[in-house]
């Protein structure tokens, strides 16, 4: 059998064969690419890789976010990012498979998780030193079973709570502009409220009515006594009364 084993210098071809199995072994270790979101589904995002120049077309791949359970950022498709590798299997606690992970040698597209990048585009923020939370949405603070939940976008400030639930502050309360009730002023525990009531302004009760009454104004007129004199007005309330 011809060979050219008297042609090739083994010193070359070993280099040559040793860089092979190198470059091999790595195309099959995890790539950290950057990639950018085409859809989500809660915690988990599908993802394509905005690369050039690549000798292959790279599918899209469906990975979970980086992150906790209970802060949920609002991913959009477009939304830049990249991906990292893990060193085993993650199916069994990311919920996009099963089992128990081991040190098997997987694909290399088959460990990937996606975080978010910062981008030099995006709007400045009031303070750089404050913690910022927007949505496209506005954002919502609620509790695990969304008893009480707190909406903020930009027609409204919501806070829904359960039947029973108290809303509390410590400390003064400053509003600067009215006050719209739909209830009643009542104590803490639920019966009159015994507090004072103070303001330099009128209160007026049915205003806006045909029967409006201002406290500080009303008067009273006297029923008949049968005195023979004519009935008038009682004087208007006045302080201490």
């Known amino acids: 059998m011809a060979s050219n084993v008297q042609k090739t210098a083994i010193a070359r071809t070993l280099n040559q064969f040793a860089q092979r199995k190198v470059r091999g072994t790595l195309a099959q270790l995890g790539q950290a690419l950057p990639a950018q979101v085409v859809s989500r589904q809660g915690g988990i995002v599908t993802v394509k890789f905005p690369l050039t120049g690549v000798p292959y077309t790279l599918p899209n791949v469906t990975v979970p976010i980086v992150g906790a359970e209970y802060v949920r950022l609002p991913i959009q498709a477009g939304c830049p990012g990249m991906v990292m590798t893990a060193d085993a299997y993650l199916g069994g606690v990311t919920g996009l498979g099963g089992g128990v992970a081991n040190l098997t040698q997987r694909a290399n597209l ?91 302004g009128a209160v007026i009760a049915g205003f806006g009515g045909a029967d409006q009454v201002g406290l500080q104004t009303h008067t009273h007129t006297q029923s008949n006594d049968s005195h023979g004199d004519t009935e008038q007005p009682t004087a208007a309330p006045t302080a201490g009364t």
Do not use: C, H
Not at 163 to 168: A, R, V
């Open 110 to 200: 088959a460990t990937l998780v996606w975080t978010p990048l910062g981008n030099k585009a995006w709007p400045a923020v009031e303070d750089d030193n404050a913690l910022v939370l927007y949505g496209p949405n506005g954002v919502i603070i609620r509790d695990k079973d969304k008893k009480n939940i707190l909406t903020i976008n930009g027609s409204t400030v919501k806070l829904s709570m359960s039947g029973g639930t108290q809303f509390e502050i410590d400390g003064d309360v400053v509003l600067k502009g009215d006050l719209l009730i739909q209830g009643n002023i009542k104590s803490e525990t639920g019966g009159t409220y015994a507090g004072a009531l103070e303001t330099s």
